[in-house]
Each structure stands twice: as structure tokens, then as C-alpha cells.
């Protein structure tokens, strides 16, 4: 690791603005455009997981030339362009730009300890892979060798060695993806030893973590994730200890340790570790309270409020919603503040309060109705129709009204995008519950069908927890269509720990 008193070798170059990627945006949001990326991604059958700050970042001229997928993506949306014309730099100024910055740093880094000169090649070495035309595992995230990262800001040497994934996963296994500053952190507070102050690099390397997190929860679920996201998470807390080089770099850990935190959380949550989630929920809320971070603040009580609920506090949940919601008022985000409502909804339906229930439903779909804007959360991509729809059935099966969740759960399967399995699984179990609840067994037994035929890809103690649920309900229909094949297929799951 470099010495703390080190600056970036070339200071004195800001990002030069992208006007030309920013004139291809028009009127459209930053988040709006986003969306229609990630559409175009799915035309071609590549997979990214552009949002907001992503765009703002490429329109800053933080990422002077995106990864290989984004190439794709991009020239697929702008036939006849090439990436000159999009506005981003060539690719061999690019790649060249490191190895000449790596030659500057040698003599500014000559007072690194003993045996780390070559740590940021080293690092590299294990991705030195050739290039594909896309990963083969559905785990793997996009490129891990390529130095164009779509978060990396190219602007820097210690930025441009930040963490390239989080995590990749081999089958149903989690490994923390340890590149550049945040694996060396990791490396010193494994062996005991105090990590130097903390840079830009570390900052970034924790919020690509936090990215990577949350992708492969939505795409697979949090039962193999949950054990790994831990190292990380000790890691950021040494940072903040560790203390940062500027103040600037000290704000984005404090924000980054305490959004890990929460993507840990939710992760044991999921998993059904509720009393795990509950301090790591802690932990992120007494992050935003020491720093007095209104949104880390407002997403940490979002979270409590979903977990009291699920762990049977619906009083509890109740007040941690609105607190949510009083901590969230400045931002000026209206999908924000709807889903926020929906939480409150979950805690009065559990108080079987169907008054407080639906006029908690109306007021998130109010707001829901105005639109993304750029004021929304990174955190909040998950959150769209399909999200709504799904809160709402689960609001209105708490109450008992089975054929009114059952609609709200086909709107919300129907809706959800194919590539985040996660998700399409959840909703479709809660269709097969309020269904075999509702007194429609056959109807229960296909949606049934369809989320053991996600499990392959999905590990999800909730879900599990859903289904064996339905299996109970549906017990005494084997005769009606379907069920007897459902319940037979269910008890040849392997029983997980």
C-alpha cells in the first residue's frame, strides 16, 4: 500500500466533462436513461447494472472509456458511432495511461515497507485472463481482468487499482474478491496489523463492494452470500479507524461502511438470521447519526421497519417506517418516500389495522405516481412496479384478503425483469401461498412449480421458508390437478442447514 502522504501522480488534471454522451441523453434523466440502457443490455443478451451515478460519472469524464460490455451496450444503442464519437477516450490512451503512471510512482513511493513494491501488480496477476465475449458463469460479473471497470474513475493511479468485484461466486459458493486498496487492508487487519490511512481507492474499492453485493442478491439471493460479506464489512471499520487522507475520503467511508452495513444486514435478514441483521442495522444507523447522514439515516430505518415486521414487532415496525419517513423529507425523493410508506403499511397490516393499512397503500402509490428523479437513492434500483405490487400483496395477506394479494402477486411476477431471479422467485411464491390460502389449489401448485424451477439459481432462506408454508396449506388437496406432482417435488428438496 502506497504511503498515506502520497497524492495521485497527476493532480493537476481534473475529468474533462463528456458534452457529447450528455447530448445523446436529451431530456431524459440520468435515471431514466439508465433504465434504457440496461433495456438495450438485454437486447443483446449482455447483462450490466448501469444506474444514475453512473451516468453522471461517465457525463463528469470520470470514466474515460467504459468496460467491454458497456461498449456493446452503447454502440448497440447508437448504431454507426464509434466510441470517439460517444465521447470517450481511445482504449489504447487508456490502457497506456497506467503503465506510464505506475512509472511515475515508483520513485514517489520509495518509502512503502519493505516487500510491497510490486503489490498493485501482484493484485492483478490472478485476472490476467484472456478477454470473452462474456462471462460463462452467471456469477461472474462482467471482465474481472479488464482495468476499465464502468465505476473506475481512470483518473488516478491509487483509483484506477480500486476493487474490480466485490464478490464472485463458484456455484453456491461466495469468495470475497480481494483487489487493490481494500484487499491489502483486508490482508492487514487478517494478520492483526493497523492499516495505513485511508485513500480515494479504499472509498471506491467499498462502494464497488456494496454495487456487488446487492447484484447478485437480486439475482440469486442471500443464503450463500451472507457468510463472506462479513471480511469486508471488518474491513471498512479498520479503514474508519485507520482514519482517511481527506476529509472528502473520510465522508464516502463513513457512507460506504454504513450502506455495507446495511447490505450485510440484509443479507443475514434474508437468510433468516434476524437477530444478526438487527445489529448490523444498528451498526449503520449509529454510522448516520455520528455523521449526520439523513439518507444512510433514512435507509437504515427502512430496513429495521421491514425487519421488525418480519420478525413480528408490527408496532415496531410502524414507528421505525415513520421515523424513516421524517429522516427522508429533505431529500426530495418521492420513490423514496413511497416506499417508505409501503413499510408503514406492513406494520399496520400486522397490527390488523386495515384503515392505517390503506391509507399507508395510497400515500406510496401517490407518491409512487411522481416518477424516479435524480434525487432517488443508488440503493433503490429494485424499487419499481413490480416491487410495489409485490409490498402490496404481502400488505393485504397479512390482512387475511387472499384474493386481493393473489392479484397484487400476478401483477408483480408478470411485471419483474427476468434477470433478477430473486425477485421473480419471491413473487412467485407469494402468488402459490395466497393462492392455496384463497381455496385455488391447482392455480397454487403451477405457481408452485414455477419457483422450484428457480431454486437451481436462487438461494433464498425466505423463500424456502414461503414454500414449505404452501406445501403445508395444500396437504389435503393431493387429489386436485397438479398438487400431489408439487408437494412430491418439494419433498425431495435437499433440506438446507
Not at 393462492?435 to 397454487?444: S, Y
Request: glycine share 8%.
Amino acid at each position: 500500500m502506497t504511503s498515506s502522504t502520497v497524492t495521485s501522480p497527476r493532480p493537476d488534471r481534473p475529468p474533462r466533462p463528456n458534452l457529447a454522451f450528455r447530448r445523446l441523453r436529451g431530456k431524459c434523466s440520468p435515471a431514466e436513461f439508465a433504465a434504457a440502457v440496461r433495456r438495450a443490455a438485454r437486447e443483446i443478451g449482455e447483462r450490466v447494472s448501469c444506474d444514475a451515478r453512473y451516468i453522471g460519472r461517465v457525463e463528469a469524464g470520470e470514466i474515460r472509456c467504459p468496460n467491454y460490455a458497456y461498449e456493446r451496450v452503447f454502440l448497440h444503442m447508437f448504431p454507426g458511432r464509434t466510441l470517439t464519437d460517444l465521447g470517450f477516450a481511445p482504449r489504447s490512451s487508456v490502457r497506456g495511461r497506467r503503465a506510464r503512471a505506475d512509472e511515475e510512482a515508483t520513485g514517489a513511493h520509495a518509502d512503502r515497507a519493505p516487500g510491497t513494491a510490486s503489490e498493485t501488480r501482484r493484485a492483478r496477476e490472478p485476472y490476467d485472463t484472456p478477454d470473452t465475449q462474456y462471462p460463462h458463469h452467471p456469477y461472474e460479473p462482467h471482465h474481472p481482468h479488464d482495468p476499465h471497470h464502468p465505476y473506475d474513475p481512470h483518473d488516478d493511479n491509487e483509483e484506477s487499482d480500486v476493487l474490480r468485484r466485490a464478490f464472485m461466486m463458484s456455484g453456491a459458493t461466495v469468495a470475497a474478491a480481494s483487489l487493490g486498496p481494500l484487499a491489502l487492508a483486508h490482508d492487514a487487519v487478517a494478520a492483526g496489523r493497523p492499516p495505513r490511512r485511508a485513500g480515494a481507492g479504499h472509498a471506491g474499492a467499498l462502494e464497488e463492494a456494496v454495487r456487488r453485493i446487492r447484484l447478485l442478491d437480486d439475482r440469486h439471493g442471500a443464503d450463500g452470500l451472507y457468510r463472506r460479506a462479513a471480511a469486508p464489512l471488518r474491513t471498512a471499520y479498520a479503514l474508519l479507524d485507520a482514519g482517511a487522507t481527506r476529509q472528502a475520503t473520510a465522508d464516502r467511508l463513513y457512507a460506504g461502511a454504513g450502506e455495507l452495513a446495511i447490505s450485510v444486514g440484509w443479507l443475514a435478514h434474508d437468510s433468516g438470521r434476524f437477530d444478526d441483521a438487527r445489529s448490523h442495522y444498528a451498526e449503520a444507523l449509529a454510522t448516520s447519526r455520528m455523521t449526520g447522514d439523513p439518507a444512510l439515516e433514512a435507509h437504515a430505518f427502512c430496513n429495521m421497519a421491514f425487519l421488525a415486521r418480519d420478525a413480528g414487532r408490527p408496532r415496531e415496525a410502524v414507528r421505525a417506517a415513520q421515523a424513516a419517513q421524517r429522516a427522508a423529507r429533505s431529500l426530495g425523493s418521492a420513490r423514496l418516500l413511497s416506499l417508505l410508506a409501503l413499510r408503514e403499511a406492513g406494520g399496520w397490516a400486522g397490527l390488523a389495522d386495515r384503515v392505517g393499512c390503506e391509507q399507508a397503500l395510497t400515500r406510496a402509490q401517490a407518491l409512487f405516481g411522481q416518477g424516479p428523479s435524480d434525487a432517488d437513492p443508488e440503493w433503490m434500483t429494485f424499487y419499481g412496479e413490480a416491487e410495489l405490487e409485490g409490498l402490496e400483496a404481502q400488505c393485504w395477506s397479512t390482512l387475511g384478503d387472499w384474493p386481493r394479494a393473489a392479484r397484487h402477486a400476478r401483477r408483480a411476477a408478470a411485471l419483474q425483469d427476468p434477470h433478477f431471479t430473486r425477485n421473480l422467485a419471491l413473487y412467485s411464491a407469494e402468488l402459490a401461498d395466497d393462492l392455496a390460502r384463497g381455496g385455488r389449489p391447482d392455480e397454487a401448485a403451477g405457481a408452485g412449480m414455477r419457483v422450484l424451477d428457480l431454486l437451481g439459481e436462487v438461494q433464498s432462506s425466505r423463500i424456502h421458508t414461503m414454500l414449505a408454508g404452501t406445501a403445508r396449506v395444500l396437504l389435503p388437496h393431493r387429489r386436485a390437478s397438479g398438487v400431489s406432482a408439487f408437494l412430491d417435488r418439494h419433498a425431495s428438496l435437499p433440506r438446507t442447514a
